[in-house]
């Protein structure tokens, strides 16, 4: 265990630059905290009357016996329930298929309880259901429409700590093949009007979830903290969820049980979603979008596995081009938020990340992509469909497919 319970200064804290202006989405209403799931049944009689429908992932709510207790809440607000279960990441005609029969049954009201997927998949279908066509029609990059905004009201409830979908005005959805795309639905009203993170539901989620959700939410925080679109506000929030994640996410993959372990890296993964909303996001995420539609990869594995990799390949092109800047400051700040400890340089606080991310990557069994059918041909496309987004140094396709190859196989 890497901390030491002293408390330590940030002492590479980079400059924070309250000249640049920024802009902040709407939150959701926050009921955080063990128990708090028992606010779904308040929150669900409040808006009036009509079908609640319930997005689930396809076994979660079964399996622990909450199904139970949480249709007994939402029935108690004198509400008919239809549920839906989500099996996978959601694809247009799961989104469409819902939202049909959401309007079958005069829903008004909307709750997702799951993962990313069944957040974004309930995200999606509210607010499809008061917009015309199909959801393909309105992804970006992929349909010519635009959404106009209005949803029904939506509650997120997360079951695993990793996209941060909870606190994002976007749904990614995806169609996997030869000519598959991963691309969201994005639009300010799409914000959950409440979120409810209780951290009991996280218990059961299994430790191999519990690892690529969590270094998904660690590479949000991450990408945001150091994208050339961070601000006062990113900068303050994502400290101090790095803080958190880097104390607890092994506490949480090892002992899921631990509740306080889960609490926090559920508040890291809600603050990852607030941060990349308002920062976005860096070249990890620019490769997963088209890596997700090529190959059936799950988003927190791809994250996972890349974060490392792609990490060592920006710090070491900034040493070269800008040692002294900005970026390598911002990278040494965060290696000492995530390791809690202090270092003596930007070198090696940034060499120390590298180092933690080295040996979570081990520890959690971060799969190769060549187990999701990467080979050299798909890495090369994949390359080509990707982009830096946000990244502090400039990345080429080249650099892209340099850094996905890093990680194809065991020794490559
Ligand atoms: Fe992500």
Redesign the pocket.
Known sequence: MRYNNKNYDVSFNAELKFDDNFQVSRTPQLYFGRGSVSSLEKIVSSPGNGTAAVFTGSSFLQKTGFRDKIYRMLTGSGRKVVFFAIPGEPDPSMVDDAVEEMKRNNVTITAAIGGGSVIDAGKAASVMALHSGSVRDYLEGVGTLHLKGPKLPFIAVPTTS??GSEATKNSVISSVGEAGFKKSLRHESMVPDYAVIDPELMISCPPEITASSGM?AV??LLESFVSVKASVYTDSLASAALKAAGMNIEKAVFNGSDVAGRAAMAWAAYVSGITLTAAG?GVV?GI?SPAGGFSAIP??TV?GTLLLPATKYIINRLFEISPDGNALQKYASASELLTGRDYKSVKEACYALIELLDEWTLKFSMPYLEKYGFEENLIRKTAAASDGKNSPVRLETDDIYNIMMDRLKENN
């Open positions: 990793g996209t998904d590479t949000q996001l995420h997963a988003h927190g994250c």
